[in-house]
């Protein structure tokens, strides 16, 4: 494991698949007001951002039911909160999140050098794609895969190969930028080459503990 600014990359990268929640945008302000919106609607307990931050990055799905356990509710009301948790997260999406500093400036320089970048989260497509025009982001990525686009998720690495797939390009030229045990784990079984940001979600856990070629403090050290 390195820690470094500059983390050594091999030399012949051409493309990057880079994370979306936790890594180009602070989204946990929109997924705190979507829940304690669906918690209210079902009469139930909020939740802390604390508790968020540790627990978004693996898709929807367990967000949702990890989020009924924390607060006590009977897990049958998955199907209720799902739905609420869609309507809600469609008219949130973007409203209360943030571009990490040095995004942009990364994403561009990563283009003006030639790569191909592809945006891959577990975050639905539909929702991801959203987030990424509100933001002006979408423009830097010639593919954008949401949780919801493969069989399986980060950290399998399926999405990762299915990716290089749809780049062209070889999972060993194809760095994965991300924030999380998840991007890492993936990253390594698919042969990428991985570098996480250091200010990231994570689950709660030091990203210096993650096994990745380097953590970095802004895309833009890249």
């Known amino acids: 494991m390195l820690s470094l600014s500059r983390p050594t990359l091999p030399a012949n990268l051409c493309a990057a698949i880079v994370d979306l929640d936790g890594t180009l945008v602070d989204t946990i302000g929109d997924f ?22 540790h627990t978004v990055g693996k898709g ?37 999140s943030d571009v990490y500093p040095g995004v942009v400036e990364g994403l ?26 509100k ?11 949401g949780g919801d686009a493969f ?5 399998d690495p399926l999405p990762l190969l299915k990716t290089c797939e749809a780049l062209g390009t070889l999972p060993a030229r194809t760095l994965m930028i991300g ?5 890492a784990r993936a990253a390594r079984a ?7 940001v250091s200010y990231g979600y994570n ?6 503990a993650v096994d990745a070629d380097g953590v970095i403090d802004r895309l833009d050290q890249l």
């Open 32 to 53: 705190v007001v979507v829940l304690d919106r669906v918690l209210a609607e079902l009469g139930l307990p909020r939740i802390t951002r604390a508790f968020v931050e």
């Open 179 to 183: 924030d999380s045990s998840n991007d």
């Open 135 to 145: 933001k002006e982001l979408d423009g830097f990525f010639g593919a954008v895969f």
């Open 190 to 196: 698919a042969g990428c080459p991985v570098v996480l």
């Open 60 to 96: 929807s799905e367990h967000l949702i039911r990890s989020t009924l356990a924390e607060v006590g509710a009977d897990a049958a009301l998955y199907d209720d909160a799902w739905a609420r948790y869609q309507r809600h997260y469609r008219a949130v999406n973007g409203e209360h």
């Open 108 to 133: 561009a320089a990563l283009t003006a050098r030639g790569w191909k970048l592809a945006c891959l989260t577990n975050k639905p497509g539909a929702f991801a794609q959203a987030l990424l025009r």
């Open 151 to 155: 069989e399986r998720r980060k950290p």
């Open 203 to 208: 689950h709660g856990e030091p990203v210096a």
